[in-house]
């Protein structure tokens, strides 16, 4: 087999791979964009099962706790768990206590402790264990020694609360509506709500959450956010180098209106912004094609597949000229879409039976098929289950796939799968996989990182 011959096979299982690619994209799209994280359950009442029951009375609502016997020894602590560990899959987990009645001396903690915990011990006192103690205002963290000071002692009338910044794996506590102290969360695994009350008379309401906080959680979740983007914008980035990341990105999509004017804009700055060589982007692969991917592109935002199909023929004939492609499957996909979006269903099920029959046998294609035809069966198909395919989005899931298709026709093209994604895509899969890594440093604790979400808060600010 010639060189030549080769090369050629092997572009073209490279741009079949290409045309796979956005077609699994196409099929997992709405299920990303739905998916979330499990919702972990919170604790919502006292565990009234493991607890120092001999000590203690728990209301019939299972959120206040008495002390009503006379403490004789460390050991006959009235000690009781939430029903429930602290969730970890978000950004911080917080709950509360009311001071009823300091009893006698006011022996009173909050904290957290693990499953195993001795259930007559103050939380601190033991291993695993960490609690905020009202009657010295020390926090006792289960190193086997003495507590260390902390923040204010508290009595009756006092709404005391513990919380977890899993963000910075801390512990942290507020009195009265205030931050009290933090300190590092030294302690793994599983971590309970815990309350304690240690002489006769004293009695807390716990609150879960049931009912506002005191403290303003909201706004103490806004600063930590804050905090860390700070740290983010301290990151210093030569003008020249964002400057080529944006630029690179509208080559590589083809958007030469926008990067017109963002060329203009950029020259008009003070001082004027040039791309250093040393930037490491190569603009020679993304200015392939530059008009013919422009104009494609709005064609299929336009739902103007056919002309697409069209163009596709006369200027890259390789494309299209095996009708079984992926790239051809979507694209005739995308015209049964056009079709039923503007209402022709008999025009629809016409080049249905054409077009996307011969595909419905092969298990690549099935799953999409069924969603094109399924459009068919709902007066409202917007409002459906498949109604993801009448999204612009979709649109653009289908003008990337032409879009890379043509970029990896240029044969001085480095490696097909720059075709894929731009400069800045790359950048933000990287971020995405440091924060995944980030997050299994920290045993999974902590919000799940979401792009779009980092995305829609730096635009909201």
């Given at each position: 087999m010639s060189e030549s011959n080769g090369n050629s096979r092997r572009r073209n299982v490279e741009d079949?791979?290409?045309?796979?690619?956005?077609?699994?994209?196409?099929?997992?799209?709405?299920?990303?964009?739905?998916?979330?994280?499990?919702?972990?359950e919170a604790p919502r009442e006292l565990n009234t099962i493991n607890?120092?029951?001999?000590?203690v009375v728990v209301s019939t609502d299972k959120l206040s706790v008495k002390y009503t016997s006379v403490n004789l020894h460390g050991h006959d602590v009235g000690v009781i768990q939430a029903n429930k560990p602290a969730p970890t899959k978000r950004l911080m987990y917080y709950f509360e206590i009311h001071v009823k009645d300091a009893g006698v001396k006011g022996q009173?903690?909050?904290?957290?402790?693990?499953?195993?915990?001795?259930?007559?011990?103050?939380?601190?006192?033991?291993?695993?264990?960490?609690?905020?103690?009202?009657?010295?205002?020390?926090?006792?963290?289960?190193?086997?020694?003495?507590?260390?000071?902390?923040?204010?002692?508290?009595?009756?009338?006092?709404?005391?609360?513990?919380?977890?910044?899993?963000?910075?794996?801390e512990f942290f506590f507020t009195k009265n509506g205030h931050v009290v102290g933090s300190v590092y969360k030294d302690m793994k695994g599983p971590l309970f709500p815990t309350?304690?009350?240690?002489?006769?008379?004293e009695e807390v309401h716990v609150n879960f959450g049931q009912k506002p906080f005191t403290f303003d959680l909201k706004e103490f979740e806004t600063q930590e956010?804050?905090?860390?983007q700070l740290k983010i914008e301290e990151i210093s980035v030569p003008p020249n180098v964002s400057y080529g990341?944006?630029?690179?990105?509208?080559?590589?999509?083809?958007?030469?209106?926008?990067?017109?004017?963002?060329?203009?804009?950029?020259?008009?700055?003070?001082?004027?912004?040039?791309?250093?060589?040393?930037?490491?982007?190569?603009?020679?692969?993304?200015?392939?094609?530059?008009?013919?991917?422009?104009?494609?592109r709005q064609l299929i935002r336009n739902g103007?597949?056919?002309?697409?199909?069209?163009?596709?023929?006369?200027?890259?004939?390789?494309?299209?000229?095996?009708?079984?492609?992926?790239?051809?499957?979507?694209?005739?996909?995308?015209?049964?879409?056009?079709?039923?979006?503007?209402?022709?269903?008999?025009?629809a099920v016409k080049y249905g039976r054409m077009e996307l029959s011969s595909f419905y046998d092969l298990p690549v294609f099935k799953d999409l098929v069924q969603d094109c035809v399924a459009l068919l069966a709902y007066e409202r198909p917007l409002e459906s289950s498949v109604g993801y395919l009448l999204k612009d989005s979709q649109r653009e899931v289908v003008a990337d796939t032409v879009n890379a298709m043509i970029l990896s026709t240029n044969l001085n093209m480095k490696d097909?799968?720059?075709?894929?994604?731009?400069?800045?895509?790359?950048?933000?899969?990287?971020?995405?996989?440091?924060?995944?890594?980030?997050?299994?440093?920290?045993?999974?604790?902590?919000?799940?990182?979401?792009?779009?979400?980092?995305?829609?808060?730096?635009?909201?600010?």
């Open positions: 079949q791979d290409l045309g796979l690619y956005f077609l699994e994209a196409c099929r997992g799209r709405e299920m990303k964009e739905e998916e979330e994280e499990e919702e972990e607890s120092s029951g001999g000590f009173i903690a909050i904290g957290f402790t693990s499953e195993t915990f001795k259930m007559r011990r103050q939380p601190g006192w033991e291993a695993n264990s960490c609690g905020y103690h009202g009657d010295d205002g020390l926090l006792y963290r289960g190193h086997g020694k003495g507590g260390e000071p902390f923040g204010p002692t508290y009595t009756s009338g006092d709404v005391v609360g513990a919380g977890i910044n899993y963000a910075a794996q309350v304690a009350v240690h002489s006769q008379n956010r804050m905090k860390q990341i944006v630029r690179s990105y509208l080559l590589h999509y083809g958007y030469e209106d926008t990067l017109n004017s963002f060329d203009v804009a950029s020259k008009s700055t003070v001082p004027p912004i040039y791309i250093a060589q040393e930037s490491g982007i190569d603009e020679q692969e993304i200015t392939y094609a530059l008009n013919h991917r422009k104009t494609l103007d597949i056919d002309v697409a199909f069209g163009k596709l023929r006369e200027w890259y004939p390789q494309i299209v000229e095996d009708n079984t492609s992926a790239t051809c499957f979507l694209l005739h996909c995308q015209k049964f879409i056009e079709l039923v979006r503007v209402g022709a269903l008999e025009e097909s799968k720059h075709c894929l994604h731009s400069y800045l895509e790359r950048l933000l899969r990287q971020l995405t996989a440091c924060c995944l890594v980030r997050r299994s440093l920290n045993g999974e604790q902590g919000e799940a990182f979401q792009l779009q979400r980092v995305l829609s808060s730096s635009r909201r600010g």
